[in-house]
């Protein structure tokens, strides 16, 4: 069974500085993909990120980067120059490219951008 | 521009009514999604349909049943409403999975069941 694993429920960050949010992964499929969302106080969900599971490079897309640690499980999302309409839920999920494609997602970190 | 459209942003329904979700998408995807979001607990998977007429179960499936008769509408079904099921709901589509194909989702039904 997949699993996806968000330890922070909150991160506060200060307007243009970097920040992490962590996410760790546990699956015994070797091909798979990993994907981050953003979900403003409007609630759709934004699609930002994806890395494949045989991806030997790091995704990035405008700020957005994904730190990815193959042997860790983990895939995290980096956000350089954080701005105020960064502030917003994050959710990290996988998909298996196996089988019914089930998205699994985590729980989420809420990112407050302070000014 | 991709669109997968839920039919309703807020619903308010009565404890034991039958209630219908619907949602449709305009982009030929073979997988749809309905997922619950509850604060604290992210989004949890109910139903799966990888083609018409075909679904499978999420990891939270009681209480709920789906319907897929045509290719760009799966409907979520709660047979008999409970207060336990007041949550939002998304609903969502993709290509099957051939690399970087991210799920575009609708938005979202917030569901009160009193």
């Known amino acids: 069974a997949q699993k996806i694993t968000q330890t922070q429920p909150g991160m506060f960050v200060q307007e243009k500085e970097a920040v992490t949010l962590d996410c760790t992964y546990d699956?015994?499929?070797?091909?798979?993909?990993l994907f981050w969302y953003k979900q403003p106080s409007s609630g759709e969900m934004i699609f930002l990120i994806y890395q494949g599971s045989y991806d030997e490079q790091n995704a990035t897309e405008g700020r957005y980067s994904l730190n990815f640690q193959k042997a860790r499980k983990s895939a995290n999302l980096v956000i350089s120059a954080s701005q105020l309409g960064d502030s917003a839920m994050y959710f990290c999920?996988?998909?298996?490219?196996?089988?019914?494609?089930?998205?699994?997602f985590g729980t989420g970190t809420r990112l407050t951008v302070i000014p | 521009d991709v669109k997968v459209t839920q039919s309703s942003r807020y619903l308010v329904k009565r404890t034991g009514e039958k209630v219908f979700l619907e949602c449709v998408q305009d982009?030929?995807?073979?997988?749809m999604f309905w997922y619950r979001q509850d604060p604290g607990l992210g989004l949890r998977l109910i139903y799966f349909?990888?083609?018409?007429?075909?679904?499978e179960k999420g990891d939270i499936p009681e209480g709920y049943s789906v319907s897929r008769e045509k290719k760009e509408r799966f409907s979520l079904i709660l047979e008999s409403a409970s207060t336990n099921q007041t949550s939002m709901y998304l609903c969502?589509?993709?290509?099957?999975?051939?690399?970087?194909?991210?799920?575009?989702f609708g938005q979202g039904t917030r569901l009160t069941v009193v």
């Open positions: 982009m030929d995807h073979e997988n």
């Open positions: 699956t015994s499929d070797q091909s798979y993909g």
């Open positions: 999920a996988m998909r298996d490219q196996t089988g019914a494609n089930n998205l699994f």
């Open positions: 969502a589509s993709s290509f099957p999975d051939r690399g970087q194909t991210e799920a575009f």
């Open positions: 349909s990888y083609d018409v007429k075909m679904k």
